[in-house]
């Protein structure tokens, strides 16, 4: 028969993994409408220059255009600078928050390598790579750099021989699966942590018999008292880590709302200016 393999129940009641999960779903959908008003943002800059054609047009035929075209070019490089820095910014964020997850549970790994038994044929380093189960590694590793050497095979001044892979993917369906990687990991620190319980019955009941177990028993309550202060303080921070990321990406979805709405498609105008004509009527009828 396989042995039970021994855990703590309350820890275990600590990991609020659908929590989390929910969590990450609204950080999801706050991006999935951001990228609706990136691509709103791309269709305003291109609507932008192509009234700068026509006024150009007009222009070129004699019409006084004032100073419309340079107000036009400024607002079309002023647009064009916010959609690449919401661009960038949605990937350097999505990067971090995969970063710092990755770094909770790497701490959540070391700390159950301190006490789990390693197979025989098997090291530290192997066992870390199985429990991160194939998550991409953060940073991302370091390949060789094509424009490390040109085309005589001389090394070219300020190009490395080696960067990090461009090709290392950090998206949402990422940080779900290394959300639940890092909660499997919670599981077993927290089935790990359960095993002290009967290493300190065995030494209590060997001590009752006469064998000499020093401050065995001290050290292992001590260190399961340890570990379980730092679950918890995982469990704390995790939670709280991603509130906060949950509250940025409101606020970024809120900031690139109030720029996209600069520019406004004909029908989004028409249906305006029916809105302000009715309550004009209602106004008058008062």
């Not at 990991?15 to 999801?28: E, F, H, P, Q, R």
């Not at 390598?113 to 197979?119: D, G, K, S, T, V």
Request: some cysteine.
């Amino acid at each position: 028969m396989t042995a039970i393999k021994p855990t703590n129940s309350v820890l275990r009641d600590k990991i609020d993994s659908d929590g989390y999960n929910a969590t990450l779903n609204v950080i999801n959908s706050k991006y999935a409408e951001m990228d609706k008003f990136i691509e709103n943002l791309q269709s305003d800059i291109t609507a932008v220059k192509d009234f700068e054609k026509d006024v150009l047009a007009d222009k070129a035929r004699g019409y006084d255009v004032g100073t419309s075209l340079d107000t036009l070019e400024f607002q079309s490089s002023s647009l064009t600078i916010d959609l690449n820095f919401f661009t960038h910014m949605k990937t350097v964020y999505i990067k971090k928050l995969y970063g710092d997850l990755y770094k909770y549970c790497d701490g959540i790994i070391e700390n159950a390598l301190a006490i789990e038994e390693i197979p025989l044929g098997m090291d530290k380093l192997s066992i870390k790579e199985r429990k991160f189960r194939n998550m991409t590694p953060f940073p991302p590793p370091m390949v060789p750099n094509p424009k490390h050497l040109d085309a005589d095979g001389n090394p070219v001044e300020g190009e490395p021989a080696e960067i990090q892979d461009p090709l290392a993917k950090y998206d949402m369906n990422e940080i779900f699966a290394l959300i639940n990687c890092t909660t499997s990991n919670l599981r077993e620190l927290a089935e790990d942590i359960g095993s002290f319980d009967v290493k300190i019955s065995r030494a209590t009941e060997r001590e009752s018999r006469g064998f000499s177990v020093g401050n065995l028993i001290m050290n292992l309550e001590a260190q399961k008292q340890k570990l379980i202060l730092e679950f918890d303080a995982y469990i704390t921070r995790l939670g709280k880590f991603l509130l906060q990321n949950q509250n940025f990406s409101d606020r970024c979805l809120n900031r690139i709302k109030l720029i996209s709405s600069e520019i406004t498609t004909a029908a989004e105008a028409a249906e305006a200016a029916e809105a302000a004509e009715a309550d004009a009527d209602t106004a008058d009828s008062a």
